[in-house]
């Protein structure tokens, strides 16, 4: 595999660093919301009715963008510019400023005054090129009227193809040691990516799909982290009582 490496260089300016340890403790507490969220998303996909006029455009495009990345040249550039802008991005909208960026197929790496855990961890999360999408189908909506299957279809080609390029790329880098991962600590990174991930879907998929709209989906969510809670305290219930027992 290609050494790739996508570094996320930061001048703390206008921040101050959080010690690892904290972050580890915080990973830990959001375990229960990891599962809570899991398995609203499960219950969301399991209710939902799927339409063929928006369930076959969204997964041949998904199926396209599978077969470019194990038979085709990896786009490596676009995705790093992605990467790279998207970090930028959050930085700006965090009130920091973007002192420079480069990109190259191989990696890049981006200078910015301002540093956080959703600064370094946005472009894992965040799909910009779905947004990109989305941004340009509204876009020839409101200006020149794209309307009808063949707009609607093609929509969700792209879409489903924008998605999978995002996961599989992720996927790919993820194999390989990045900075913006150990500045903030595996499990810390790995919460936050999945629950920033799994969060998209939830938000998304209720536009698409037949079934729950997004609030009933954050209620699954918030009433699956309780169970998970509660499933939680049975645990560690009978945990204590089996140490007692031993002991007694």
């Known amino acids: 595999m290609q050494c790739f490496q996508l570094d996320f ?15 580890l403790f915080v990973a ?47 786009p490596m550039w676009i995705y790093v510019f992605g990467h790279e802008f998207t970090h930028a991005a959050a930085t700006m909208a965090c009130g920091g400023r973007v002192k420079g960026m480069k990109v190259t197929s191989d990696g890049g790496h981006v200078l910015v005054t301002k ?29 020149w009227g794209w309307s009808g299957p063949w707009a609607w279809s093609l929509f969700y080609w792209m879409l489903g193809l924008a998605y999978a390029f995002h996961v599989l790329l992720t996927w790919h880098i993820l194999h390989t040691r990045q900075s913006d991962l150990t500045s903030q ?31 009933d989906a954050l209620k699954m969510a918030g009433a699956g982290t309780v169970d998970a809670l509660r499933d939680l305290g049975a645990l560690a219930t009978r945990a204590w009582d089996a140490g007692n027992s031993a002991l007694n």
């Open 185 to 215: 600590g595996y499990l810390f990174s790995a919460v936050i990516i999945f629950l920033g991930n799994a969060g998209v879907l939830l938000l998304g998929l209720p536009h698409l799909l037949d079934g729950p709209d997004t609030l």
């Open 115 to 143: 540093d956080n855990f959703f600064i370094s961890l946005a472009p894992y999360f965040v799909p910009l090129y779905v947004v990109l999408v989305l941004a340009v189908f509204v876009g020839g909506r409101a200006l």
């Open 28 to 74: 830990i507490l959001l375990l229960p919301l990891c599962v809570g969220v899991g398995r609203a998303l499960g219950q969301l996909i399991a209710q939902s009715g799927f339409a063929d006029t928006t369930v076959a455009p969204l997964a041949a495009g998904m199926a396209c963008m599978f077969l470019l990345y194990h038979y085709a040249p990896k």
């Open 9 to 23: 260089a930061a001048r703390l300016w206008c921040s101050f660093p959080v010690p690892r340890r904290r972050k």
